[in-house]
């Protein structure tokens, strides 16, 4: 009966339901439409920054993380080969051997970072190959050939073609020192990851620092999104650890928390100005309809009834707005999440170029502003409805 | 009477002092001679890894020394010539020289526990020390001496302790610390032989006592020890150092 007369409500009012409607509708495909794009520059970002060397997990000895000595390696390789293989959810997995040395080139030092990675695979984990600018990718292994970065190739002035010696200590405590020889370059970037890195194939790395251990896997998934579930099922052994790459890229990761949170404020301001126009809206239809509401009392309706019937007519218009504003969401955002806004001048950020954003449709950008909007609704109806069910009717019928 | 005494006054201390002397004299050319040629073996231990090198060392008197590394592989020909107070490391990978700062004196000479200082040994106990040798009680085996630096002398040493062995006179242990008096190493000598017409112990153990080095030991056995050498002084030239070998 109260539903009844809720709907009956509703449609008597055309006008003013539409604009109240408007208002719904608007701030929930505003809400929406801003959240996708967050989603999908953040999801962009993240692909973007793991892609460039973290991947989207990694396992270590757990000693290294904080030592980054070379006596703390993982010593079975092996045996993780196999389980990254068979497991279905990883996509591709990259051995690394991580450790510093000093570069020599025409009388000059450099302090530089040495990286044995495996040619084959690190670029199926990372966009390594396509950062290289000058020289080819080398694919024989035990040659001492090198890739180094646009920084050390600057100090040391080197080319492609020419010797860098390294000079560092090794694993068995003699003085690892070799020649190697430049195959490539890495291209020139602002705070470029690849500037002050040497890389050179596992076996000449191994060969140089007299170990048979590695460092570092980086491992790819099926999607980054799954990254923390791995990394607490798959089973590592006793000293090893599996992190995902929050935690891998802590600094990152919390500095896009802090910005995802500076963007709930403006969210929070969006869904108050929606809120106060639908209390305006449902006040005014109160104030409107004090006679009718008066007639209501004065035969007998309870004022709990009452109360009820003007908050339920506000979630239904909620409702139905929230039906026709996904609807209106989903077509914008399935366009912006193909075509995106691109920037008229490319944006680098931690070394990554980013040059338009893309909208993503995920549950999140739904569901939140779909709650969000029915919750404040709810919220600015129950003074109306508290107002109306106080009426005295022989008051309200006396108004025009 | 009066003379008598007095003159004994004016003896006795120069007496002691040169017993100690001699003793430190002894210390610092025990493995020198006029012109020496030596084969060694440093073994190397650290929880992480052991390896033995096996090398051959020539000096001349106190300035010169000449090593090269002759096992393993790996570090074959790499080399090191000290000239009076500096030295140089040489590559032969790398055709490389490298000289070795002062601030670099102190790190370790080859990934072992013996530093670069030890080699160049720069400073003389003798010369740059001031010994305190402990009365001798009946059935002592031993003299003990406390060693701290002179004024004027650069020293990385706040004392050095030295054991001597009374018989022979050739040193039994000898234990380092820093200025804050923290026990840093102790190297002991064992393994005494009679080499050419002097005693000698053969092998010398280093252990460092500080926590980062926790662990650690280096073992040097003496396999050949030639004091009359016939050596050429071009042996310690950086045109010589610089040979691939």
Redesign the interface.
Known sequence: MILKMAFRNIFRHKRRTALTALMMIGGYVLLSFSLAFVDGSYGDMISLFTSQTTGHAQIHNDKFINSESI?DSIKSWDKIKEDLKNNSEVVSFSPRLKNGALA?SHKKTFAVEMWGIDWASEPKVTTIKQRLALGSWPSTNGENQVLIGSKISEVLGLKVGDEI?L?S???????A???FFVKGIFEKEEQGVDDYRVYTDLASAQMFY?TSHIHEVAIKLASIYNAKKFSTHFKVEEGLIIRPWQEVEKDFFKAMEIDKKGNTISYSIIMFVVALGVLNTVLMSILERTKELGVLKAIGTTPGSLSLMIILESQILAMMSLIIGSIIATLLNSYFSKHGISFSEPMTYGGMTISAMYARITLNSYLRPAVIVLVSTLFVSIFPAIRAARISPLDAMREV | MKLLLFTLFLLSPNLYAVTLNELLDKVDKLYRSDKSYSDVQMEITTPNWKRTLSMDIWTKGLDYTFVVIKKPRKDKGISTLKRKSEMWNFFPKINKIMKIPPSMMMSSWMGSDFTNDDLVKENTLRDDYNGVLTPVKKGDTLYHAILTPKKNAISVWGRIELEINKKDLYPVRQIFYDEKGIMIRTISFTDIKKSGNRLIPMTMILTPHTKEKDGHKTIIRYIKLDFNAKISDSLFTRRNLQKRR
């Open positions: 006596h020599f010696v000079i200590q090794g694993a068995d405590g003699s003085i020192n070799d020649i007299s």
